[in-house]
């Protein structure tokens, strides 16, 4: 188990590995986020009439949702990613999207109905800085949610990726290892320490469908995330080894296959 100090330098690591076009991140990963944004709205309670936060909005999974659910003048939106705040807010006129960070919110005290944070905390540099934030920015009775896939066992394409990797290389990063908040009760643990209360914790499973292994395996090659990163600095020859040892773990599909991706959610109230 690695110490806070090397998860926080693996999630530094793994937020860096999102520098890219939100088209590739789509292609990548937005085919699991944004279904899963429709039932992690449903569970953090949103409904017309609040003013809310996404934060690490990627280029805009979640924030589709919560415009169509309560109107771009009634969002905000906030992500490290220079390529992203700019494609989520071509995306999504009216929304109020901002370069910031999960530890240091660029948002007011107390201005929100509710705070959401999808596929975030696994890679903020200080989880705790971040939970605060979310308290912070979330006025007194909204709601605070996040959510993580489970890497261990719930998320398909990860897990098959990872076991391909670690058979070859025992060293490889795979995220069930250096990431937190994928196990059951460490994002309320985390809610708790930053004084959350009422906190309630479920998981949500969505899934996709790929033409062929060459789609899934292109997604990989865009260098996205740490599985990404992980395999676009392997040499040729080793990508050619590890993409076999994937198919094969994947049952070797010859046409179209449907991965499922299981995420665990949270929510808690900011004390009235």
Known sequence: ??????????????????????????????????PLADLFADFAGIRAGQF???????????????VERLGAESLAACDPSPPFVAECAARYPGVDVRSGKA???????AGFDAALSQLVLHFVSDASAAASE????????????????????GMQMLRAFWDAA????????????????????EIPALFAAAGLVDIAET???VRTT?????????????GIGPAGAYCVSRTPAQQAELRGNLIDRLGAPDGPFTLTAIARAARGQVPS
């Open 134 to 153: 979310l308290r912070r920015v979330t006025r007194p009775g909204g709601t605070v949610a996040a959510c993580v896939w489970d890497f261990d066992q």
């Open 203 to 205: 998981t949500l499973q």
């Open 52 to 66: 809310a936060l996404d934060v690490g909005c990627g280029p805009g999974a979640l924030t589709r949702v919560l």
């Open 103 to 109: 530890e240091a919110l660029p948002f007011d005290d």
């Open 166 to 185: 670690l058979a070859l290389d025992p060293s490889a990063p795979d995220e069930a290892r250096v990431l937190r908040f994928s196990r059951r009760g």
């Open 1 to 34: 188990m690695l110490s806070d100090t090397g998860v926080a330098m693996r999630s530094t690591e793994g937020a860096g590995t999102f520098q890219t076009s939100g088209g590739a991140y789509d292609a990548f990963m937005g085919r699991y986020s944004a």
């Open 210 to 222: 790929y033409v062929d292994i060459d789609e899934l395996w292109s997604g990989f090659l865009a």
